[in-house]
């Protein structure tokens, strides 16, 4: 399955956001707390590059799904700001990128 969302550009978008999507709750839920609770602030570092690739990833893949598909402002800007939400891209996932020529998310 994995193959055959590597082959188009909005099963990229998708894969992608699923990894964006753990990271950020990895560095909210996990790093965060170990930075500042138990004093290791090697995690926020560590996890808090990888979402940032992640993160810039996504947003490059989101543009190239936008003009592929030639997707409105409204679908760009609500998956835009899914991407700095916890969960956010999780919903994106099922509201836009699975069923992405419905005009409603």
Partial sequence: MLANLLKTALG?????????GTSLL??????????YIAGYP???????????VLFILY?????????????GWKKFILAFFASVIPFGTFIAD????????RNTM
């Fill in 12 to 20: 990229r978008l998708r894969v992608v956001a699923f990894l964006e």
């Fill in 94 to 101: 099922a509201k836009i990128f699975k069923h992405p020529n």
């Fill in 42 to 52: 090697q995690a926020v570092q560590v996890i808090g590059m990888a979402h940032g």
């Fill in 26 to 35: 990895i560095l909210f839920g996990i790093a965060m707390p170990l930075k």
């Fill in 59 to 71: 947003v490059i893949l989101l543009i190239q799904v936008v003009f592929e598909l030639g997707w």
